[in-house]
């Protein structure tokens, strides 16, 4: 392990000894009890602090380094950032794994179980915010001056249970047992203007791990609190309620994350959460700036500020509103300063996802921003005006305001308008951006517009996910692919080893067995890990077509009935449906429907099984994907705009079954092909369909498998006999078919069973299955950030100098 950091900066020297002792003195000094009362929690905490007791010189020594060499920092702005648990992933970075393994050992303690004492940190709904945690640990593994914010939501994600009724909601109180990875700084707090309330942000920072590096970022999310605890004149007279009043609307800002992965529109607290962060990053990124001796005039020249997706798009207004009112700047030198210093990335192609506020909610929350707003917008039309005469439409679309009988602010217009940069997340995504979603904008400025392919961590995804791939690697390629994983590449010379590829086999079956053991415990079910693991996991949306491969299921039943021979499949699905969307809520209750049937039937038995996983999270996820062997990337071409969990997937050694949508045509382009089973229409095709108008009618008619599986639902036998519950599902699938399952769905077929064939021959799959592994080195998100710090940020590496060891 150690020999993979480069030797002058390894970061962390210490025993499995000190180690246990350290937890030993935090069980003492830190949770004040004796070992026979501990808790397997309070053992969790001790091992937490002992690792955080040891990152702090890095840590305190980063923000040392950054503050002496004033050097140019990339901030990321993000609502979201779904980190999962710390605890393994830091003694990876830090090189501790094997020694906190020993520590634990002596200490009669098992490991693997304290890691799975921390509650995850689920602040975001899924690609998005899972995206801005991987960009973090990369940033910090690049040796890059950055630092990134957010809000720390006292409630993350929701919890699901799933029961026969389908998906069920809890709150996630992931903080109920205190958070040992977090720092409160309460001297850097600043107030938030919303209307005709001020709220305070607190900061609380948590320390970003590099890998193998000294460097140690941070990030700082804010929590809300009320300028006063009490009011006073309501306590005199009596009113205890209202003397607590303020303060408890003012702590509701950062109480709950959004749950939606689309934004629900028009929602005053989601807005108000919005400003919040924004502004007390900036004024954060102020204070820094005078700290260092800088006018404001320089913020440009400091920092580099990315914008994930529009959340925190307000901060064009923001920004804006410091410069020229608390900074006393003129417009123009104030606009510089801000389109210097700004850069957007798109991560959504459906429109009904471009975010917009209507005005009335915005001049009440934020009045003066609307201002700017106006003016920003009246300069800009001005000058598109001199450019496109007499094009009254194209004016329309490119104004930051939507007219109409409810007036609302474009975010996605204030951003282009008051950035540098804007990217997609993917070709096709950046491509469809350029060309329909921002078309006006890439014309006025084709030279704004870039693409960023995301990327993923292979630190979490590969090192910590799944540590006996990661010891393959390290025997045959040696340990070099953590840092640069276009060092995969040189598993080319293996793929016609057969003692190399019988290990292959045993690592993804000792990955199968481990999720196999933990559902059944967890659901009761057993599966059969030699039988082919066929995974969809991500949010549920009808543009992922969840239901396309619902029916798919269904169909294979029918044949298996009809006694066809397929070979045994397991068909695992996961994930959350926004709590209000009832047409996924219905594809959930679908799934499981299905898969009470299968499940029962013993006709079934040892060839076709049904789970639906239920809270899909980061640790499921570092669970879940070295287990698949076939990976579901099936939305509608042109829907998606990149995914993640596809990258994961091949990265770890799973074939992909997809749509040439979002990074799925990257992926197939590094795989190969031959290693990629392709289906369904191009989303130039799609786009044809809904131009000349799409029904899925005759689609059904020339498709008799299809029928038959619509009607075996329709007949109730997923449901229990009523033969209602999947009427909306069914009617919209025959009538409408918006991301067109019905056009796709023979395709599909065809695919799967080229899988099947394909599975039949282990020699051959297994094959695939490095090609695949060995084509995944452009997927870390390495690669994404140095593309965006060369290419966006202008941001260069800076090495941490030990300043704090004598301490
Ligand atoms: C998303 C996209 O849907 C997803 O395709 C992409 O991989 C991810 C990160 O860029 O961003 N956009 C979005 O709003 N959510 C996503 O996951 C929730």
């Not at 720092?183 to 209307?195: A, D, K, M, N």
């Not at 014309?443 to 393959?472: C, I, S």
């Not at 392709?678 to 799409?694: K, S, V």
């Amino acid at each position: 392990m150690a020999e993979s950091f480069r030797s002058s900066t390894s970061p962390c020297q210490t025993s499995s000894r000190a180690l246990a002792e350290a937890m030993q003195r935090h069980l003492f000094f830190s949770q004040a009890k004796s070992p026979s009362l501990a808790t397997r929690h309070d053992h969790y905490r001790c091992l937490a602090l002992a690792v955080r007791d040891r990152l702090l010189h890095n840590w305190v020594d980063t923000a040392e380094t950054y503050t002496q060499a004033q050097v140019r920092t990339a901030v990321y702005l993000s609502a979201e950032y779904l980190l999962g648990p710390h605890l393994d992933n830091n003694l990876v970075n830090l090189g501790l794994r094997q020694e906190a393994e020993q520590a634990c050992h002596e200490l009669g303690l098992d490991l693997e179980e304290l890691i799975r004492e921390e509650p995850e940190p689920g602040l975001g709904n899924g690609g998005l915010g899972r995206l801005a945690a991987c960009f973090q640990e990369s940033m910090a593994t690049l040796e890059l001056p950055a630092i990134g914010y957010g809000i720390r939501y006292e409630f993350g994600i929701f919890r699901q249970q799933i029961t026969t009724q389908g998906q069920q909601e809890s709150t996630d109180s992931w903080l109920a047992q205190g958070n040992p990875w977090e720092v409160i700084r309460p001297e850097w707090s600043y107030p938030v203007t919303i209307g005709n309330h001020t709220v305070i942000g607190v900061a609380y920072d948590t320390p970003i791990l590099g890998y193998g590096v000294r460097t140690t970022n941070t990030l700082r999310l804010w929590a809300a609190s009320a300028p006063e605890a009490l009011d006073f004149a309501s306590f005199n007279a009596g009113d205890y309620t209202k003397a607590v009043l303020h303060k408890m609307q003012s702590e509701t800002l950062s109480k709950v994350l959004y749950p939606n992965d689309e934004p629900e529109q028009g929602k005053r607290l989601r807005l108000s959460q919005q400003i919040f962060f924004v502004s007390c990053s900036l004024q954060d990124m102020f204070r820094i700036l005078r700290g260092q001796g800088l006018p404001a005039r320089e913020f440009h020249r400091k920092f580099a500020v990315q914008l994930n997706d529009t959340h925190p798009a307000i901060a064009v207004a923001e920004l804006m509103r410091l410069l020229l009112d608390e900074h006393r700047l003129d417009w123009d030198t104030a606009w510089g300063v801000t389109t210097a210093s700004l850069s957007y990335t798109n991560h959504t192609l459906l429109p009904e996802a471009l975010e917009t506020w209507g005005i009335d909610l915005f001049q009440q929350l934020l009045p003066r921003q609307l201002e700017i707003i106006y003016e920003i917008n009246a300069r800009f039309l001005r000058m598109a005006r001199i450019r496109y005469p007499g094009q009254p439409d194209k004016l329309a679309r490119l104004s930051l305001i939507e007219e109409g009988p409810h007036r609302k602010v474009r975010m996605a217009n204030l951003a282009v308008v008051g950035c540098h940069h804007t990217n997609g997340v993917a070709e096709l995504h950046s491509e469809l951006l350029r060309r329909h979603v921002l078309a006006d904008f890439a014309e006025l400025w084709p030279d704004r517009f870039t693409n960023v392919t995301n990327g993923v961590t292979p630190r979490r995804w590969m090192a910590v996910a799944n540590p006996a791939l990661a010891n393959l690697l390290d025997d045959v390629i040696g340990s070099h692919w953590r840092r640069d994983l276009t060092h995969l590449q040189a598993l080319g010379k293996h793929t016609g080893d057969d003692a190399f590829l019988q290990r292959w086999r045993g690592v993804r079956d000792a990955s199968k067995q481990r999720l196999v053991q933990h559902i059944h415990q967890t659901q009761g079910i057993l599966l059969d890990h030699s039988s082919l693991f066929d995974v969809q996991v991500k949010r549920i949306h009808e543009y992922k077509r969840q239901h396309l491969a619902a029916l798919h299921v269904v169909e294979r039943y029918l044949r298996l009935r009809n006694g066809e021979d397929l070979p045994p499949r397991t068909v695992i699905f996961g994930g959350k449906a926004a709590p209000g969307y009832a047409m996924a809520k219905l594809i959930i209750r679908l799934i499981v429907g299905i898969a009470e049937i299968v499940n029962m039937d013993p006709a079934m038995a040892g060839r076709l099984r049904v789970v639906f996983v239920p809270n899909f999270s980061v640790s499921l996820g570092q669970l879940i994907y070295p287990a698949v062997d076939l990976s579901e990337q099936i939305s509608t071409a042109g829907k998606e705009a990149s995914g993640t969990g596809n990258m994961k997937m091949a990265l770890n050694g799973a074939l992909t079954i997809g749509t040439l949508d979002g990074a799925n045509i990257e992926i197939r382009d590094q795989v190969g092909a031959d290693n990629f089973f392709l289906f369904g229409h191009t989303a130039e095709q799609i786009h044809e369909f809904d131009r000349m108008g799409y029904h899925p009618m005759p689609w059904i008619e020339k498709d008799p498998i299809v029928r038959e599986v619509i009607e075996l639902i329709g007949s109730g036998h997923f449901s229990e006999g009523d033969r209602d519950l999947f009427h909306p599902l069914l009617a919209n699938l025959t009538s409408h078919d918006p991301f067109k399952v019905m056009a796709d769905i023979g395709d599909y077929r065809q695919a799967q069973n080229h899988v099947d064939a394909c599975w039949q021959d282990p020699s051959r799959w297994a094959r695939m299955s490095v090609a695949n592994t060995m084509g995944c080195g452009f997927f870390s998100s390495d690669r994404s950030i140095q593309e965006y710090a060369e290419r966006i940020w202008k941001v260069a590496p800076v090495p941490v100098e030990a300043t704090t060891r004598s301490l």
